[in-house]
């Protein structure tokens, strides 16, 4: 109050302070506090993301969109994929959602790396955000009357963007919202970016894991068969037909194992900068057509269309020929491979600007997208685990592009999607017209994958797991006589092998190459006992006895004896067999006297199978 002389009040004072500001950034605070929990608080983006969009909707704004260009998905164009639309009206929602288009530049023209506020959006400003006068249209139906763009950027990379807007009717954003949405803006790339390190950390043991199994597979597999046949000849002595006979399967699976060794050791020496080459010039188109020629008995064998041609004379290249050979080999026996029956396969070697680039394109199976980016890296297989059709340790094409650019050139691959076929695109330098990296050079070159070359420890570890040998067994016993046997193993040497293992101890033995060729027989009778191997095509040994066990349940029948036989020789591989419903996990290579004794007790209820196949407790 203001009092006068004689103290009649002449008026009031009053002092009043605007706290507005200070309540908005309280609340803004714990926003962002509530924000940033959200963002730390969960292993998957997309559902982060949802969250946290929700969360500011309608505290901060009336309408959240994020755009976020997501590596496992994202096309060679590079486009950003909607992942989370917020609204406070759900129609406005959906509109936005379908309707709304990523910034593709800015009102001032400024860089799109930038963030941009927009206080009051007017005609000119939604021209510049619609592509068309139909979704101009939408987004004036939507409301949006003040608009904050912030691009989530993250070592010079663009990895996705938020959309902040308000509408007519609420206040439009100033500079302090704009500073909230940056430092929200770079919160949300910092945790996107830990996500990431995060999950390719997970990827990374995850592929050494999966790596080291697959060594495992691929390496016992033939052993078993080669110990197997050695038995044999040994306790059988086989006429010289026969005799003939076993030794090109026993010379067949030994150079298997040579090229798995070779290719391991290939890897271990590019790692450790210490492959080196010895090159010479070289007339490219004989080099090409020697390779050609080298695969066309398999080509035959699956009646493949395989072309070469060769066009305009290309010059001579400076190369190390076996090296040389080597990548070409690998490539064309990869479109052997992954090329169905009556395909084809076509080379070409052309000259180039600069070099000379050869093409090898077939009509196989292609890769899918979202693999192309990954094609190359080491031990990345677009199909894993004991379900995949082919074989191999995934590392063959990392061996062919470390070749290449030690050459001093560039390997490509190309595939319109599943079904499609494939092209790699070779391109070598002519003499002396680039320099060739050093080994030591290429080791340094960045690339996506770390080495995940298994220790010395863990190959010792791997090595060790074998079955002890067992106590003599007289060649003219049966102690699997009357027994019929229903064998699943997609290895024509295996099945052949184990097929004489179990009848020269008096079992009948039907084999089949694929779980669903070995359903059919369940379905048409019953079988004294069930061998099989985990790592099938298509559907896979831990499948495979999953449905037969339903099919028993079903039908009422007694449980059938059931043997894992298998190069997956990990504990966790034996105990996800038991719990799959085997009866006993007999990993490869076994001696065929344990393999029939292990037979035998879970058939006829003899003494207990041999030390080292694991049995489920109980049956």
Not at 178 to 201: H, K, P, S
Not at 345 to 358: E, H, P
Not at 402 to 429: N, Q
Not at 558 to 586: F, N, S
Request: glycine share 6%; aromatic share 4%.
């Amino acid at each position: 109050p203001d009092f006068g002389p004689q103290g009649r009040l002449k008026g009031v004072v009053a002092l009043i302070t605007d706290i507005s500001k200070a309540k908005r950034r309280e609340e803004q605070a714990q926003l962002l506090l509530n924000a940033t929990s959200i963002l730390h608080g969960s292993l998957e983006s997309e559902h982060m993301v949802a969250r946290f969009a929700r969360a500011l909707v309608p505290e901060f704004a009336s309408s959240v969109v994020v755009d976020l260009l997501d590596d496992a998905r994202v096309d060679h164009a590079g486009r950003i994929r909607r992942v989370s639309s917020v609204h406070q009206d759900p129609e406005k929602a959906r509109i936005l959602s379908e309707e709304l288009d990523r910034f593709p530049s800015h009102a001032d023209g400024a860089d799109s790396r930038e963030p941009v506020l927009i206080a009051h959006v007017d005609s000119e400003d939604l021209a510049r955000i619609s592509t068309n006068e139909e979704r101009q249209k939408r987004l004036i139906q939507i409301g949006i009357a003040s608009l904050i763009c912030i691009p989530l950027v993250t070592r010079e990379k663009i990895i996705g963007a938020l959309h902040f807007g308000r509408g007519p009717h609420e206040c439009p954003f100033d500079d302090d919202d704009f500073r909230f949405a940056i430092d929200i803006g770079n919160r949300t790339t910092l945790a996107l970016e830990n996500l990431r390190l995060f999950q390719d950390v997970h990827a990374a043991n995850r592929a050494k894991e999966e790596f080291l199994a697959t060594v495992s597979h691929e390496l016992r597999t033939p052993m078993n068969v080669i110990l197997g046949w050695l038995e044999i000849l040994r306790d059988e002595k086989p006429d010289a037909e026969e005799t003939d006979s076993i030794l090109q399967t026993l010379e067949r699976n030994a150079r298997v194992q040579v090229e798995l060794i070779n290719d391991l050791l290939d890897i271990s020496r590019i790692v450790s900068g210490k492959l080196a080459l010895q090159t010479r010039p070289l007339n490219i188109a004989e080099a090409v057509s020697v390779a050609v020629d080298s695969v066309r008995p398999a080509a035959r064998a699956k009646s493949l269309h395989l072309n070469l041609e060769v066009v305009d004379s290309p010059p001579n290249i400076r190369a190390d020929a076996d090296r040389l050979h080597q990548v070409l080999w690998n490539l064309l026996t990869n479109a052997v491979k992954f090329t169905p029956l009556g395909g084809r396969i076509d080379v070409r070697v052309t000259s180039a600007q600069d070099g000379v680039t050869i093409t090898i394109a077939d009509t196989g199976q292609g890769i899918e997208r979202r693999f192309l980016p990954y094609v190359f890296d080491r031990f990345r297989q677009e199909q894993g685990g004991s379900n995949r059709q082919h074989g191999g340790l995934g590392i063959g094409l990392a061996i062919v592009r470390y070749l290449i650019e030690l050459h001093g050139g560039s390997v490509h691959a190309a595939s319109e999607g599943k079904g499609k076929g494939a092209t790699f695109t070779i391109h070598l330098p002519t003499l002396d017209t680039r320099p060739m990296l050093s080994s030591q050079e290429l080791s340094t070159v960045p690339h996506q994958n770390p080495p995940l070359l298994p220790s010395q420890e863990s190959r010792t570890q791997h090595a060790s797991t074998h079955l002890p040998k067992s106590v003599a067994w007289a060649p003219d016993a049966r102690p699997l006589a009357d027994l019929d046997i229903l064998l699943v193993d997609d290895s024509a040497d295996v099945r052949m092998l184990i097929e004489r293992i179990l009848a020269r101890a008096g079992a009948t033995v039907r084999s089949v190459s694929s779980a669903t060729e070995a359903l059919h027989l369940l379905k048409k009778g019953a079988f004294d006992c069930l061998i099989s191997d985990i790592g099938l095509p298509e559907v896979d040994g831990y499948e495979l006895i999953q449905r037969a066990r339903t099919m028993e349940a079903a039908r009422g029948h007694e449980r059938m004896p059931a043997a894992a036989l298998t190069a997956y020789a990990a504990e966790k591989d034996a105990q996800r067999a038991l719990e799959a419903g085997y009866d006993v996990h007999i990993p490869k290579p076994v001696h065929g006297q344990d393999l029939i004794r292990t037979v035998a007790s879970l058939t006829r209820g003899h003494q207990g199978p041999t030390p080292g196949v694991r049995v489920l407790q109980g049956v």
